[in-house]
C-alpha cells in the first residue's frame, strides 16, 4: 500500500531533509521519488507539474502538492498536530524564524557548502558568503542561550527547519565547537525519537516506506 505521503527530493538538498525529518520525527512513512538535479530532472515538464519552481523538494499528501520546505513543514504539523504551535503567539514566533532562517541563515551556509563540495567561484564571492553564514550562525547560538528549544520549551517546526541547514554545516567547512549554544541545541534535536542524519534518511533512489 502506498504511503500517505510521497516526497520527491534528492539527498544533496537540504531543504529535502528538512522535509524528510519532519516527517521521521512524526512517526510517519513516506514513498521516497529522487530527483536527480545534475541530470535536470527538476525542471522536466513533468516534474514542473508537481512543482512550478521547478525546485526540490516536493510532497504530495492526498492528492494535494505541496512545495516550498517551510510551508510543507506547516502543513504536515497542521495535519498532525505535532510540532505545531498551540496558541497564535507561539504561531508568529514559529514563523518568524521560519522567515528568518531562509532570509539569514540558509543563503550563507547552503551557498558555502555548494562551493566546497561542487563549485568553488572566485575567492571574495565565497568568502561573502561565509560572512553571511557566520553571521547568522552567531545569532542563533546567541539566541539559544538559556533555552531549550527556539520557541518554548519542547520542539517545534522552527527547530526542525533551522536543523535541516545547521545540519549541513560541517560539509560548508564551519565547526560547531565555535558555536557551544548551537551544539546542546543539536544533541538536544538529534535525541527526538525517530531522528535521523541526512544521508541516514535520505535514500539515493526511489524508495517505498521509508
Ligand atoms: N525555498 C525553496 C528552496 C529549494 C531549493 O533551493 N532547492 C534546490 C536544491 S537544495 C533546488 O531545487 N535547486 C535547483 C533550482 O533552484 O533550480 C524550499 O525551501 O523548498
Known amino acids: 500500500m502506498a504511503a500517505a505521503y510521497t516526497l520527491y527530493g534528492s539527498f544533496l538538498s537540504a531543504p529535502t531533509y528538512k522535509v524528510g525529518l519532519m516527517l521521521a520525527l512524526s512517526g510517519l512513512t513516506f514513498d521516497y521519488r529522487h530527483i536527480d538535479l545534475a541530470k535536470g530532472q527538476h525542471k522536466s515538464p513533468d516534474f514542473l507539474r508537481i512543482n512550478r519552481y521547478g525546485q526540490v523538494p516536493a510532497v504530495i499528501h492526498d492528492g494535494?502538492?505541496?512545495?516550498?520546505?517551510?510551508?510543507?513543514?506547516?502543513y504536515i504539523a497542521e495535519q498532525?498536530?505535532?510540532?505545531?504551535?498551540a496558541d497564535t503567539a507561539e504561531r508568529q514566533r514559529i514563523r518568524e524564524w521560519l522567515v528568518w532562517e531562509t532570509d539569514r541563515l540558509e543563503p550563507g551556509i547552503n551557498?558555502?557548502?555548494?562551493?566546497e563540495r561542487f563549485a568553488k567561484p572566485d575567492q571574495a564571492v565565497v568568502d561573502y558568503h561565509r560572512k553571511w553564514a557566520e553571521m547568522g550562525l552567531e545569532v542563533l547560538n546567541t539566541l539559544l542561550d538559556g533555552k531549550r528549544f527556539l520557541v518554548g520549551?519542547?520542539?517545534?517546526?522552527a527547530d526542525i527547519s533551522v536543523f535541516?541547514?545547521?545540519?549541513?554545516?560541517?560539509?560548508?567547512k564551519f565547526d560547531i565547537a565555535a558555536w557551544p549554544q548551537i551544539?546542546?541545541?543539536?544533541?538536544?534535536?538529534?535525541?527526538?525519537p525517530g531522528f535521523r542524519l541526512p544521508y541516514d534518511l535520505l535514500p539515493k533512489g526511489d524508495q517505498d516506506a521509508v
Open 64 to 74: 494535494f502538492t505541496l512545495c516550498q520546505a517551510n510551508t510543507i513543514l506547516e
Open 80 to 85: 498532525t498536530g505535532k510540532f505545531a504551535a
Open 111 to 115: 551557498r558555502s557548502r555548494f562551493f
Open 153 to 157: 520549551e519542547r520542539p517545534t517546526i
Open 164 to 172: 535541516g541547514v545547521v545540519a549541513h554545516m560541517a560539509e560548508a
Open 183 to 192: 551544539k546542546v541545541w543539536w544533541d538536544r534535536v538529534a535525541a527526538l
